[in-house]
């Protein structure tokens, strides 16, 4: 059974920086890609960064580009999420998603049907 488990949410001032956390388990040998989307309060959930299995290719929202960076340990199973210039319109509930991959699969993208396991979600609040 596929786990995933996000952590590092919290609050950060404007302009501050938050390193998020996930880790999956379950998937065993078969590579898997993952992402990140957020859902902010009276908006719909949207895609933040997605990462291939291999790390090979990274994709990232234009509006978090410069500004967060995405990357994974494949032996620690964890997947990060730095984020950085944050601002209060950032507010709200960050998700972790895997979704399956092939081993000849270079790209990942921001669509949230492409993912089929999805963590609780943490918390990120930016302060004013």
């Known amino acids: 059974q596929v786990q995933v488990v996000e952590s590092g949410g919290g609050l950060v001032q404007t302009g501050g920086s938050l390193k998020l956390s996930c880790t999956v388990s379950?998937?065993?040998?078969?590579?898997?890609?993952l992402g990140w989307f957020r859902q902010i309060p009276g908006k719909e959930r949207e895609g933040v960064a997605c990462?291939?299995?291999?790390?090979?290719?990274?994709d990232y929202a234009d509006f978090v580009k410069g500004r967060f960076t995405i990357s994974r340990d494949n032996v620690q199973n964890t997947l990060y999420l730095q984020m950085t210039i944050l601002n209060p319109e950032e507010t709200g509930i960050y998700y972790c998603?895997?979704?399956?991959?092939?081993?000849?699969?270079?790209?990942?993208?921001?669509?949230?049907?492409?993912?089929?396991?999805w963590g609780q979600g943490t918390q990120v609040s930016v302060s004013s």
């Open positions: 998603a895997a979704g399956p991959a092939n081993y000849d699969t270079y790209q990942c993208d921001l669509w949230d049907l492409s993912y089929h396991y």
């Open positions: 379950g998937f065993g040998f078969h590579p898997y890609n």
């Open positions: 990462i291939t299995w291999n790390s090979v290719q990274r």
